[in-house]
């Protein structure tokens, strides 16, 4: 589960008028690519997960679903909410200015509300391997959009693992975002994730080393 590259930095050997000994003038970072091994969860521990209703409850956490909208309506650790609202099937991205001018809103305005107003048809609720239970909403897009699946594995020590499949109709517009949206609670203001950065990595921007990085929300405004 570890991957590997070499970093090779460039610096000046000795100071110029323009920048200090040392300061870096290229950079490039080769993966080195060893075979690795797939990273494994650590086998659960505690009671095998209960299910009530539309509420799932482990030793010390609880989460609760909505049907309806086919998302988790709370989730306490330790009688501690971590959501304001649960995360949904979002298709939809703030448009910019290219975006005005290429009339991206209203070509792809299939997509715009797709998640916010999917409806599940379908839900299931049925036990997982090793004391976990795997929760399945389904069901069409709204204005024939396609189809959507969203599946939550809740296992028994507390880890939710989230599968989310969107199977787009055929002939539409491209689509603005795949990917899912929802809040959580303002303390939590921190973020950490492993690839590039720290700053924005968008497809014109790749000049950015991968590593483990650190930071507020607010500091992520791009």
Not at 6 to 30: C, N, P, R, V, Y
Not at 112 to 140: L, N
Not at 154 to 179: A, M, Y
Request: hydrophobic share 40%; glycine share 12%.
């Amino acid at each position: 589960g570890v991957e590997y590259f070499l970093d090779l930095s460039f610096q000046l050997k000795t100071a110029t008028k323009w920048a200090a000994k040392g300061f870096e003038i290229g950079w490039e970072q080769i993966p080195l690519t060893a075979p690795v091994a797939d990273a494994k969860l650590v086998a659960a521990k505690g009671p095998a997960v209960a299910v009530n209703g539309d509420a799932v409850n482990g030793e010390d956490f609880e989460i609760v679903f909505d049907s309806k909208i086919g998302a988790m309506k709370s989730w306490k650790l330790g009688g501690r909410e971590l959501l304001l609202a649960g995360f949904r099937p979002d298709f939809w991205r703030a448009p910019n200015e290219n975006d005005r001018g290429n009339k991206m809103i209203s070509r792809n305005a299939v997509w715009r509300y797709a998640g916010r107003d999917w409806v599940p048809t379908t839900k299931g609720f049925e036990p997982a391997a090793d004391g976990a239970v795997k929760i399945t909403f389904s069901g069409p897009l709204p204005k024939d959009a396609g189809t959507c699946d969203v599946t939550y594995t809740v296992r028994r020590d507390g880890w939710v693992e989230v599968g989310f499949h969107l199977t787009p109709k055929q002939g539409l517009s491209d689509i603005p975002r795949v990917g899912m949206a929802g809040e959580l609670p303002t303390e939590f203001d921190r973020v950490t994730w492993f690839g590039p950065g720290p700053q924005d990595t968008y497809s014109d921007r790749k000049e950015a080393r991968v590593g483990l990085y650190s930071g507020t929300v607010a500091e992520q405004f791009t």
